[in-house]
């Protein structure tokens, strides 16, 4: 069975500072990976995915993620934290073997951006 | 804009009672899911469909049903044997039927289900 860990409930930061948002998967096979942000009662938007290739992804709004396989991590960033960057953070995975296209999602990490 | 539209917003529902959530895409979209989000678990998979007339069991699909008569709509009917329909529901979709496509899912914003 595949599933998302998110260790951190919540992650404050200063605006201005560098953000790190944790996640890490257990999938069987190669892992199709995905970062969504929700804002208050709205569904999710997508941000980022790593499918293959290189390691760093770049995303929409200035975040991006790295893909460390042997670490099986997933971690979002973002160089400078803004305060409309606070939101609620899901990690998720799809794995290539079985599962078809169900996505499995992290319980999700808080983030507050504080002045 | 294309997108998924989800309604009503906000609903109550009566002891005994089963009710429907709308979800209607325009994305052209093969696939549809819906989920149940509580706080602090993340969201949870209850039913989804990968093609018109054909649906699977998610992780959590007791107490619910769905139908795919339509491409374009997927309702999701909360039954009375669902004990703690308490929670807010997604719907969201995705293209390419393909069990391993790498395309992300498009979300609705929700329908937050109250018991009365």
């Known amino acids: 069975a595949q599933s998302v860990a998110q260790p951190e409930d919540q992650v404050n930061v200063a605006e201005g500072n560098p953000l790190t948002v944790k996640c890490t998967y257990s999938?069987?096979?190669?892992?199709?990976l995905f970062w969504y942000v929700q804002y208050p009662n709205r569904g999710l938007q997508f941000l980022l995915k790593y499918i293959t290739g290189d390691n760093l992804v770049k995303g929409s709004y200035g975040f991006e993620a790295e893909f460390n396989k042997s670490q099986t991590s997933f971690h979002l960033k973002k160089p400078s934290a803004l305060v409309s960057d606070s939101a609620l953070y899901f990690c998720a995975v799809r794995g290539l073997t079985g599962g078809g296209n169900k996505l499995t999602f992290g319980t999700g990490t808080q983030l507050k951006v504080e002045l | 804009d294309g997108g998924i539209t989800q309604s009503p917003k906000y609903l109550f529902r009566k002891e005994g009672q089963n009710v429907t959530l709308s979800c209607e895409q325009n994305l052209n979209h093969d696939a549809m899911y819906w989920y149940r989000q509580d706080p602090g678990q993340g969201l949870r998979l209850i039913y989804y469909?990968?093609?018109?007339?054909?649906?699977q069991k998610g992780d959590i699909a007791e107490g619910y049903s769905v139908s795919r008569e339509k491409k374009e709509s997927f309702p999701l009917t909360v039954t009375s044997a669902q004990k703690n329909p308490t929670a807010f529901y997604l719907c969201?979709?995705?293209?390419?039927?393909?069990?391993?496509?790498?395309?992300?899912?498009?979300f609705g914003d929700g329908t937050r289900l109250s018991i009365l």
């Open positions: 469909s990968q093609i018109v007339n054909d649906f």
């Open positions: 969201a979709s995705s293209s390419g039927q393909q069990s391993y496509s790498n395309q992300p899912q498009h």
């Open positions: 999938v069987s096979g190669n892992p199709y």
